[in-house]
Nanobody, 125 residues
Framework: QVQLVESGGGLVQAGGSLRLSCAAS????????MAWFRQAPGKEREFAAG????????NYADSVKGRFTISRDNAKNTVYLQLNSLKPEDTAVYYC??????????????????WGQGTQVTVSS
């Protein structure tokens, strides 16, 4: 069982930055690909960024590429998402997700078994 707790969301002006964190419980964090998804009001949840269990293969949705950076610290059981050059359309609840142990590489089409409760990011224009 993996529990994920996100933090770092908030209200920011367009062009600003935020750093989201996701702390994981348990001993299997370092063997799982991780990802961030987001869900805007009235829209379906979408993949934003993912990373494999070794910190490689960072991959991004086209809408965030060049502005967001995903990273992880396996010693701290934490995955991060740095959000730069934020736009109003980035407003969403951001969720952390953990993929299947040993099989996931943080890709958008992986199966994600565990989810956090989400953290709200609001970007004002």
């Amino acid at each position: 069982q993996v529990q994920l707790v996100e933090s770092g969301g908030g209200l920011v002006q367009a062009g600003g930055s935020l750093r989201l964190s996701c702390a994981a419980s348990g001993r299997t964090f370092s063997s799982r690909g991780m990802a961030w998804f987001r869900q805007a009001p009235g829209k379906e949840r979408e993949f934003a960024a993912g990373i494999n269990r070794n910190g490689g293969n960072p991959n991004y949705a086209d809408s965030v590429k060049g502005r967001f950076t995903i990273s992880r610290d396996n010693a701290k059981n934490t995955v991060y998402l740095q959000l730069n050059s934020l736009k109003p359309e980035d407003t969403a609840v951001y969720y952390c997700a953990a993929g299947r142990q040993y099989y996931s590489d943080g890709s958008y089409n992986d199966r994600y078994d565990y989810w956090g409760q989400g953290t709200q990011v609001t970007v004002s224009s």
